[in-house]
């Protein structure tokens, strides 16, 4: 067992894990954040996304003791209380998630292409920068509709708070 200590959306963690450890393994089974999902074992279905010091990461395909001393944040980590952050708000708004299995990483990827491209998202960009991250059940088509609303309204919210 190897001793691991991070901040999990915003807390210290620490645990005593085989080095063989998923970091998604621990995030589940040791903290018990069962909103980051497994879809496959060959890291394609992205249905695994979280950040890692604020970049997206598939966690199927790290080891929690490489997450060592970093900061990570999960689905659980974003909203604001009981009020949803911006890109959650636009995948309901726009209808962007069916069984919802998708959507944790769906949405995590979606705020690291804000964070690279901005705010103002066009539709080849969106679509390029989401092919690592795999849906059964939408389509696709209102996935891009609401990440490039939910980019729109974390523009206008970061407009408001410098105004
Ligand atoms: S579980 Fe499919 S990419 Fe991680
Ligand atoms: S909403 Fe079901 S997999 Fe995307």
């Known amino acids: 067992m190897t001793q691991i200590a991070m901040t999990v959306n915003g807390r210290a963690v620490s645990a005593?894990?085989?080095?063989?450890?998923?970091?998604?393994?621990?995030?589940r089974e040791n903290l018990l954040l069962t909103g980051?999902?497994?879809?496959?074992d060959t890291s394609q279905c992205g249905?695994?996304?979280v950040h890692l010091d604020g970049a997206a990461v598939k966690s199927c395909t790290m080891l929690a003791v490489q997450a060592d001393?970093?900061?990570v944040t999960t689905i659980e980590g974003i909203a604001d209380g009981a009020t949803l952050h911006p890109m959650q708000e636009a995948f309901r708004e726009h209808h962007g998630l069916q069984c919802?299995?998708?959507?944790p990483g769906m949405i995590m990827t979606a705020l690291d292409l804000v964070a690279h491209h901005?705010?103002?998202l066009d539709e080849p960009t969106i679509r390029a920068h989401l092919d690592?991250?795999?849906?059964?059940?939408?389509g696709y088509h209102n996935i891009v509709k609401?990440?490039?609303?939910?980019?729109?309204?974390?523009g206008s919210a970061l407009k408001h708070a410098a105004e």
């Open 118 to 120: 901005g705010a103002d």
């Open 36 to 40: 980051t999902h497994v879809g496959c």
């Open 132 to 138: 690592g991250n795999l849906c059964r059940c939408t």
């Open 47 to 49: 249905a695994c996304v």
């Open 146 to 154: 609401a990440v490039e609303a939910g980019a729109k309204s974390m």
């Open 100 to 103: 919802g299995f998708c959507t």
């Open 16 to 27: 005593d894990v085989e080095p063989r450890t998923l970091l998604v393994q621990f995030l």
């Open 69 to 71: 001393g970093h900061a």
